[in-house]
Each structure stands twice: as structure tokens, then as C-alpha cells.
Nanobody
Framework: QEQLVESGGGLVQPGGSLRVSCAASRSIFNQYGMAWYRQAPGKEREMVAT???????NYADSVKGRFTISRDNAKNTVYLQMNSLKLEDTALYLC?????WGQGTQVTVSS
């Protein structure tokens, strides 16, 4: 059973930074693109950032210039560095690859 496990969420003040991680159970994921999505209460799940197996990235307009997605294939891990966090960034952050989804890690931005 393939698994994606997110970690690193927490409570942060507006303007702060946080890095969330997504660890894949197998190196097979290194061959594929991966993505971070987020879902806030009462809202639809939305794409935050994607990264191809070659390292090409794409971001939602709402996070461009503030978030950075990266991957470390040696560790089977994808990261999302989040800077200049805003209240509206509060959500459950989930990673996905192929048809697999993790359980998510909660990020709460609050003063």
C-alpha cells in the first residue's frame, strides 16, 4: 500500500513562515509529479503548488512569490515552504501523487 504522510503543520502568526513535508512510502513517487492542495472549512479543495519529476514548478496565483515547492528524491520527500503567511492560508494541506492522497496537516494562521 502506497502512502503519503504529511507533517510540519501548526499554528503561526500572520507574516510568519512554516514548512510542511510529505514523505512518500516508496521511491517510485520520484518518477512522477507531486502536488500540494489545501482545503479550508466550507471551501473546495484547491491546488497550491505542483512539481514535476524534473523539478518544474507551478503555483496558484494566491501563493506565488510566498510559497516554494521542492523535492528531495533521496528522501522521497516533497516540501512546501510557506512565507508571509496570511489568515486566508489557514487550511488542511494535503499532498498527492498519482491517485494517492495523504491525510493532511493542519496549518492555522492566527494572531
Amino acid at each position: 500500500q502506497e502512502q503519503l504522510v504529511e507533517s510540519g503543520g501548526g499554528l503561526v502568526q500572520p507574516g510568519g513562515s512554516l514548512r510542511v513535508s510529505c514523505a512518500a512510502s516508496r521511491s517510485i513517487f520520484n518518477q512522477y509529479g507531486m502536488a500540494w492542495y489545501r482545503q479550508a472549512p466550507g471551501k473546495e479543495r484547491e491546488m497550491v503548488a505542483t512539481i514535476t519529476s524534473e523539478g518544474d514548478t507551478n503555483y496558484a496565483d494566491s501563493v506565488k512569490g510566498r510559497f516554494t515547492i521542492s523535492r528531495d528524491n533521496a528522501k522521497n520527500t516533497v516540501y512546501l515552504q510557506m512565507n508571509s503567511l496570511k489568515l486566508e492560508d489557514t487550511a488542511l494541506y494535503l499532498c498527492t501523487a498519482l491517485e494517492y492522497w495523504g491525510q493532511g496537516t493542519q496549518v492555522t494562521v492566527s494572531s
